[in-house]
T-cell receptor, first 111, second 114 residues
Framework: QKEVEQNSGPLSVPEGAIASLNCTYS??????FFWYRQYSGKSPELIMS????GDKEDGRFTAQLNKASQYVSLLIRDSQPSDSATYLC???????????FGAGTILRVKS | NAGVTQTPKFRILKIGQSMTLQCTQD?????MYWYRQDPGMGLKLIYY???????DKGEVPNGYNVSRSTTEDFPLRLELAAPSQTSVYFC?????????????FGDGTRLSIL
């Protein structure tokens, strides 16, 4: 079992719809969780971080964390073609600043 | 705001050659990291450093070496390049402290070994 798992996609949604990206992790004592967006040929850029159970909203983005189910998700409301990218889920273990990354989910927003 | 700067951006090496990938950050971050990313894959940690003079292995360290003589610089050395090291290499840095400190990435070095 991979430490951080994501559906590779592609996930296709129409413009204006809600895109839902999911991530599960295996290490129960993981502390904090990050979503990065990576455009083709570019470096990852941070979208959201979350470390408490529940929802965290930032503009069109909402991160959801359920530590009991070891599950973290990213919702993108009013999806735009510019949101088309690979979304990487990253998990920080209990100690240290090392992150473990999932392989990423490709999102395609069709206009 | 330079952030994390990597050089070179692109490089082609022959099998057996050596080279150093440069990484420097101007955010006074204690923690620095080297990752590689193969096509369609996530990021794999090669080496990391928690401060000047302190380095440790990540998930895929074989074939690489690092040093950290200053807070700003964290070069990655390939001694005997092999085709399996063809990849995109990202350097990142983060602040020490709270659990939600994110990592900030450089633009990457695209390396081909032929």
């Amino acid at each position: 079992q991979k430490e951080v798992e994501q559906n590779s996609g592609p996930l296709s949604v129409p413009e204006g719809a809600i895109a839902s990206l999911n991530c599960t992790y295996s290490d129960r004592v993981s502390q904090s969780f990050f979503w990065y967006r990576q455009y083709s040929g570019k470096s990852p850029e941070l979208i959201m971080s979350i470390y408490s159970n529940g929802d965290k909203e930032d503009g069109r983005f909402t991160a959801q964390l359920n530590k009991a189910s070891q599950y973290v998700s990213l919702l993108i409301r009013d999806s735009q073609p510019s949101d088309s990218a690979t979304y990487l889920c990253a998990v920080r273990r209990e100690y240290g600043n090392k992150l473990v990354f999932g392989a990423g989910t490709i999102l395609r927003v069709k206009s | 705001n330079a952030g994390v700067t990597q050089t070179p951006k692109f490089r082609i090496l022959k099998i057996g050659q050596s080279m150093t990938l440069q990484c420097t950050q101007d955010m006074n971050h204690n923690y620095m990291y080297w990752y590689r990313q193969d096509p369609g894959m996530g990021l794999k940690l090669i080496y990391y450093s928690v401060g000047a003079g302190i380095t440790d292995k990540g998930e895929v360290p074989n074939g690489y070496n690092v040093s950290r003589s200053t807070t700003e610089d964290f070069p990655l050395r390939l001694e005997l390049a092999a085709p399996s090291q063809t990849s995109v290499y990202f350097c990142a840095s983060s602040r020490q402290g709270a659990i939600n400190q994110p990592q900030h990435f450089g633009d990457g070095t695209r390396l081909s070994i032929l």
